[in-house]
C-alpha cells in the first residue's frame, strides 16, 4: 500500500461516486487516496483496523479462515464499495483478510477522524446500513445455493454479477471455486461439461473468464 498526494484524484473519485452524498464536509477533509499492487494486502485477520476505505478501481478478495484451518473466500468486491465498514465503528479487530487482487485504487479515511465525524452522522450511517444489507443479501444468497448443483451455483454467480455490470469478469479458479463451495477439480469438470454440452458459447456472452478459470485438458 502506498499513500497518494493528489487532491484532484481525490475530487474526480468524489464526484464520480457522488460520496458528498453520504460524507459531510468534515469526512471529506478527511479523505486519502491509496494505491495497492496486486496480492497486497488492505486487512489482516485479528489487525487492529486503521483505515474505512472506498474501492473506487481494481478488486479485492474477502476471505475468512475457517476452524478447521482452510481459507473460504466469501467476498469479490469491486467499485464502488465500502471495505472495512462491519468493524470501523467498534472496538473489534478486523474479521477478514482482504487483498488486492489487482492494481487496486481506493479512499480512505482514518478510523479516529471516523468515529468523530462520522459516528453520530445519519446519512453517513444509514450508507454503512445499506453497504452491510446489501453484503449480508450477497452472503445468505451463497448459502441458499450451497443445496444447489455446482452448475447452477455457477449460473446464479454469472446472472447476478451481470445485474451489476454489461461485462462480467470471472475471478481465478481457486476464488470462484471457493465462493461456490466446491473444490477447483469439480469446477473444472463442470466448465469442461458445459463444453461439451455446446454451451461454452453462453459464457463469453456474459462472461470473461481470467486465465486459469477455463476447464483443465
Known amino acids: 500500500m502506498r499513500g497518494v498526494?493528489?487532491?484532484?484524484?481525490?475530487?474526480?473519485?468524489?464526484?464520480?461516486?457522488?460520496?458528498?452524498?453520504?460524507?459531510?464536509?468534515?469526512?471529506?477533509?478527511?479523505v486519502q487516496l491509496f494505491r495497492f499492487s496486486a496480492t497486497a494486502s488492505v486487512y489482516r485477520e485479528q489487525d487492529e483496523?486503521?483505515?474505512?476505505?472506498?474501492?473506487?478501481?481494481?478488486?479485492?478478495?474477502?476471505?475468512?479462515?475457517?476452524?478447521n484451518g482452510r481459507m473460504a473466500?466469501?467476498?469479490?468486491?469491486?467499485?464502488?464499495?465500502?471495505?472495512?465498514?462491519l468493524e470501523i465503528l467498534s472496538d473489534e479487530p478486523v474479521w477478514s483478510n482482504v487483498i488486492a487482487l489487482e492494481e487496486t485504487t481506493m479512499l480512505g479515511i482514518a478510523s479516529d477522524a471516523i468515529a468523530h465525524y462520522g459516528a453520530d452522522d445519519p446519512k453517513f450511517l444509514r450508507f454503512l446500513i445499506d453497504q452491510l444489507r446489501a453484503k449480508l443479501y450477497a452472503t445468505n444468497s451463497l448459502q441458499v445455493n450451497q443445496v444447489m448443483p455446482v452448475i447452477y451455483r455457477l449460473a446464479?454467480?454469472?446472472?447476478?454479477?451481470?445485474?451489476q455490470a454489461d461485462v462480467v469478469t470471472l475471478p481465478g479458479k481457486e476464488q470462484?471455486?471457493?465462493?461456490?463451495?466446491?473444490?477447483?477439480?469439480?469446477l473444472n469438470r463442470v466448465l469442461k461439461q458445459l463444453s461439451e454440452q455446446g454451451r461454452s458459447a453462453v459464457l463469453p456472452?456474459?462472461?470473461?473468464?481470467?486465465?486459469?478459470v477455463?476447464?483443465?485438458p
Open 5 to 30: 498526494h493528489s487532491e484532484e484524484a481525490i475530487r474526480q473519485y468524489v464526484a464520480r461516486y457522488e460520496m458528498a452524498r453520504f460524507l459531510n464536509k468534515d469526512l471529506l477533509r478527511h
Open 49 to 67: 483496523q486503521h483505515y474505512l476505505y472506498f474501492l473506487v478501481e481494481g478488486a479485492v478478495q474477502c476471505s475468512h479462515y475457517q476452524a
Open 73 to 85: 473466500v466469501f467476498a469479490l468486491s469491486t467499485p464502488f464499495a465500502a471495505i472495512g465498514d
Open 156 to 163: 446464479m454467480y454469472i446472472l447476478a454479477q451481470q445485474s
Open 176 to 186: 470462484l471455486a471457493s465462493l461456490l463451495g466446491t473444490t477447483t477439480r469439480h
Open 205 to 212: 456472452a456474459t462472461a470473461r473468464a481470467e486465465p486459469g
Open 214 to 216: 477455463a476447464a483443465q
